[in-house]
Antibody, heavy 118, light 110 residues
Framework: QVQLQESGPGLVKPSETLSLTCAVS?????????WGWFRQPPGKGLDWIGS???????YYTPSLNSRVTVSVDTSKNQFSLKLNSVTAADTAMYYC???????????WGQGTMVTVSS | QSVLTQPPSASGTPGQRVTISCSGS????????VSWYQQLPGKAPKLLIY???QRPSGVPDRFSGSKSGTSASLAISGLQSEDEAAYYC???????????FGGGTKVTVL
């Protein structure tokens, strides 16, 4: 079955860049679907960060557009998130997920907690 | 402040029917499809309903979704203890130019 697994540092210093990777197994990213990143601050709700179509086309939430990049490495069947100039407000559980054009987020990773602190 | 509005909490006794509302506007629910997610404590979200009222395989038919105008609803019939979780609605928003979620509703089984 299709599985997604996030990985990356659990602690990032303020003003530095948060970098996460989502490894996909059981499905080739190149075959289709959109691949997205989401986050959930402690005790709060879900927020969409950005998504990438399998062709490499990306789109981001306007509030983070200037700081975020989503990219793909088809050779490793994984996609990545980079969020620069982080602050404490970026502390959250980060999830990757597969989704359709209509926004059916059908497969989620287990999530990875990222804390921004010096 | 979430673009989609959900009640923060809902509760019911085992076997009861619980309904969760998700209120939006013409730029999201009014013109786009809605999906619903269940998040058990400490777990990742799980797709429950897509395209307003479709259930993925494996989701019990106790869960049902509906949409009318700029609002959507998730109903849980025959409430069970394992349904205790947070539930989120989601849709595309043309004004925000992105995917938006409701603030989440925590369901408690009394």
């Amino acid at each position: 079955q299709v599985q997604l697994q996030e990985s990356g540092p659990g602690l990032v210093k303020p003003s530095e860049t948060l970098s996460l990777t989502c490894a996909v197994s059981g499905y080739s990213i190149s075959s289709g679907y959109y691949w997205g990143w989401f986050r959930q601050p402690p005790g709060k709700g879900l927020d969409w960060i950005g998504s990438m179509y399998h062709s490499g086309i990306t789109y981001y939430t306007p509030s983070l557009n200037s700081r975020v990049t989503v990219s793909v490495d088809t050779s490793k069947n994984q996609f990545s998130l980079k969020l620069n100039s982080v602050t404490a407000a970026d502390t959250a559980m980060y999830y990757c997920a597969r989704h359709s054009y209509s926004g059916t987020f059908d497969i989620w990773g287990q999530g990875t907690m990222v804390t921004v602190s010096s | 402040q979430s673009v989609l509005t959900q009640p923060p909490s809902a509760s019911g006794t085992p076997g009861q029917r619980v309904t969760i509302s998700c209120s939006g506007s013409s730029s999201n629910i009014g013109s786009k499809t809605v999906s619903w997610y269940q998040q058990l404590p400490g777990k990742a979200p799980k797709l429950l309903i897509y395209s307003n009222n479709q259930r993925p395989s494996g989701v019990p038919d106790r869960f049902s979704g509906s949409k009318s105008g700029t609002s959507a609803s998730l109903a849980i019939s025959g409430l069970q203890s394992e349904d205790e979780a947070a539930y989120y609605c989601a849709a595309w928003d043309d004004s925000m130019n992105g995917w938006v979620f409701g603030g989440g509703t925590k369901v408690t089984v009394l």
